[in-house]
């Protein structure tokens, strides 16, 4: 039996069609050899969709998405569009995106490939073997709290966000967090503040209360701060770690440079499962290396990876994409952003051929 699935494809702005071509690649290698079926229905979103239609976040793309099985995203953003009004960036338009598919968790692996550990800028016994997961609260918090806005106060302006959580919400991101747990080393990190913030108070409370339906999964809090400089000091004490969405933010950039470098880290949005998860790697559009054949795919490719994991349920498939890149890295080829020397300097659609060329002997 076939099975056909749709996939909204946003290539997005800066090195996202060039990355989306990699992975198109990819998707069509995985139709040839195995029973899918893939439909790729190509939109605008962000600073191309604003280009052309003024917004960042069109109606017909956001209908395109719902009715899909799974949205892959490249990446938006430029400095052109920097000066915009704030409801018209491209960044708010990702954000809208998130909030129209209720993907309230990002999921942020960063896995350690041993050929790369002389990629990173911290020593590699430090990172050898580090393998964890940021679960990242994406649909609340500080990016979507009221009030928000500037205004004047007096004879100033004054600018405010709102770091706002209800207990449901808290309530199903930890559930998320645990459950990932269970599959994997049994052990959450919650971030938080709640040495001085109320609503990380809550969030601690709420976590330690559905932390008691996961016996099995232990719990540790840790204040962000402290999460930021352990991440660096010893990435390996790290399996889930749970973050409000800032945070979450800000510690898997982090994250990313244990890997070598922000080219390599994929991720996924999911929601409740009524509607499509969002697949899309973690770096930027990249403006300035832009249509030069040089970004890295790879973030791109594991994203793919991730999709056939959580949305298609096919966890042979993401083992043998990441298999695939693992090999390409063991045989010395490098895009520029994980060169060192003695490697091979290989551009983005090289890496791309030689992963799906990978893909191919290694099929399951
Ligand atoms: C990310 C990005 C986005 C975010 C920006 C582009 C809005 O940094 O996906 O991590 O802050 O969530
Ligand atoms: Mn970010």
């Not at 018209?88 to 598919?101: V, W």
């Not at 928000?148 to 709102?162: A, H, Q, S, Y």
């Not at 919650?190 to 108070?201: R, T």
Request: charged share 25%; aromatic share 8%.
């Amino acid at each position: 039996m076939e099975l056909t699935k749709t996939i909204t494809l946003l290539s997005g702005d800066g090195i996202g069609p060039e990355v989306s071509a990699e992975g198109v690649k990819l998707l069509n290698l995985v139709e040839k050899e195995f029973k899918y079926k893939f439909e790729i229905i190509k939109k605008d979103f962000g600073g191309i969709a604003i280009d052309k239609f003024g917004v960042p976040f069109p109606e017909d793309t956001l209908n395109t998405c719902k009715k899909s099985n799974a949205v892959l995203l490249a990446a938006i953003g430029g400095p052109k569009y920097d000066s915009l009004p704030r409801e018209k960036r491209p960044e708010s338009g990702l954000l809208e995106l998130r909030a129209s598919l209720n993907t309230f968790a990002n999921l942020r692996p960063a896995i350690v490939f041993d050929s790369l550990l002389d990629s990173s800028t911290i020593k590699k016994e430090v990172l050898a073997g580090t393998d964890l997961i940021v679960v990242r609260e994406l649909t609340g918090g500080l990016y979507f709290g009221k009030p928000k806005g500037i205004e004047k106060r007096g004879n100033e302006k004054v600018g405010f966000n709102t770091m706002v959580y209800s207990e449901s919400e808290v309530r199903r991101i930890a559930k998320v967090a645990f459950e990932i747990a269970r599959k994997r080393k049994k052990k959450v990190t919650s971030a938080d503040k709640a040495n001085v913030l109320d609503v990380s108070q809550l969030w601690k409370d709420t976590v330690i209360e559905v932390s008691k339906n996961y016996p099995d999964v232990s719990l540790e809090h840790m204040y962000i701060d402290n999460a930021a400089m352990q991440l660096i000091r010893n990435p390996k004490q790290f399996d889930v770690i749970l973050a409000e969405n800032l945070f979450g933010d800000i510690l898997s950039d982090e994250a990313s440079m244990l890997t070598g470098s922000i080219g390599m880290l994929p991720s996924a949005s999911i929601g409740d499962g009524t509607l499509p998860a969002i697949y899309e790697p973690v770096h930027g559009s990249a403006p300035d290396i832009a249509g030069k054949n040089i970004a890295n795919p790879i973030a791109m490719i594991l994203s793919i990876g991730m999709m056939f994991k959580y949305s298609f349920n096919n966890e042979k498939i993401h083992d043998s994409i990441f298999h695939s890149v693992e090999k390409v890295l063991n045989a010395g080829y490098r895009t520029k952003d994980i060169y060192q020397e003695g490697s091979k300097l290989v551009g983005t659609s090289e890496m791309g051929n030689f992963i799906c060329k990978e893909f191919s002997l290694c099929k399951v």
